[in-house]
C-alpha cells in the first residue's frame, strides 16, 4: 500500500493511500499523516485518565471483522493542523482549522473505513475541543482514464490494475462496470 502526503501542481488531488482511496477534494488542507490517533497514553498525559481513544476505537473495529493490531494501516487524522517549526518538531496550528471544511474522499477498491473522532495527541484544548461528524456516503461519477489520482506513479496504476483483475475474479464482471463511491467527511462548526 502506497502512503504520500503530496499535493500536485496544477491538481487538488493530494493523496494519502493512493491506490484504494484517493483524496479527490479538500477545502482544510491541514491534515496529519504522520502523528498518529490518540492512544490510552496519550490521552492519560493530556487528560489525567486513560480514556476514549483512536488506537482502542480501531482496535475494536477491526476485532469485529476478526482482524487485529497488525492488520490496522497507520492512521490519516483529517482535520489536525500538524506542521513542524524551524527546528523540526511537530506543531498543533489552531488557526488552520475551519468550521464547513470537508474532505472528499473516492474509493477505488473495496474497502474497509474506521472512523474515530477523537482528540488528537498534539490538541492542546482542554478539555477536548470535540463536535459533530457528518459522513455522506454517495454514488460519484467514475474517474476518468486520466484522472491523477489514478495516474500519478506507476505504483498506483499497477496497485489498480491488480485490484481490477482480482475484481474479474471475485465477481465474474466487467470491472467498468463497478461504480466508486464517495465520501465526503464535514467538520461543523
Known amino acids: 500500500m502506497e502512503r504520500r502526503a503530496v499535493r500536485r501542481a496544477g491538481s487538488s488531488c493530494r493523496t494519502w493511500d493512493v491506490s484504494s482511496c484517493p483524496l479527490i477534494e479538500d477545502t482544510s488542507g491541514a491534515h496529519d499523516l504522520l502523528v498518529g490517533g490518540s492512544t490510552p497514553a496519550s490521552t492519560l498525559a493530556a ?15 477491526a476485532a469485529k471483522l476478526g482482524l487485529g493490531l497488525r492488520d490496522i494501516p497507520p492512521c490519516v487524522t483529517f482535520f489536525a493542523p500538524v506542521s513542524l517549526d524551524a ?3 511537530f506543531v498543533w496550528n489552531a488557526a488552520r482549522k475551519r468550521p464547513g471544511d ?17 482528540p488528537h495527541p498534539l490538541d492542546p484544548a482542554r478539555p477536548a475541543a470535540g ?15 486520466d484522472d491523477p489520482c489514478r495516474t ?12 481490477r483483475s482480482a475484481l474479474r475474479l471475485r465477481r465474474g ?17
Do not use: M
Open 131 to 145: 463536535g459533530p461528524v457528518t459522513l455522506v456516503r454517495h454514488r460519484a461519477p467514475p474517474a476518468a482514464a
Open 173 to 189: 464482471c466487467d470491472v467498468q462496470s463497478v461504480e466508486p463511491r464517495s465520501v465526503r467527511r464535514r467538520v461543523r462548526p
Open 152 to 163: 500519478t506513479s506507476p505504483e498506483i496504476v499497477r496497485a489498480l490494475s491488480v485490484h
Open 47 to 61: 487528560y489525567g485518565e486513560a480514556s476514549r481513544n483512536t488506537h482502542d476505537n480501531f482496535l475494536a473495529a
Open 102 to 118: 470537508f474532505v472528499d474522499l473516492r474509493a477505488e477498491t473495496d474497502l474497509v473505513l474506521v472512523l474515530s473522532n477523537c
Open 87 to 89: 527546528a523540526g518538531r
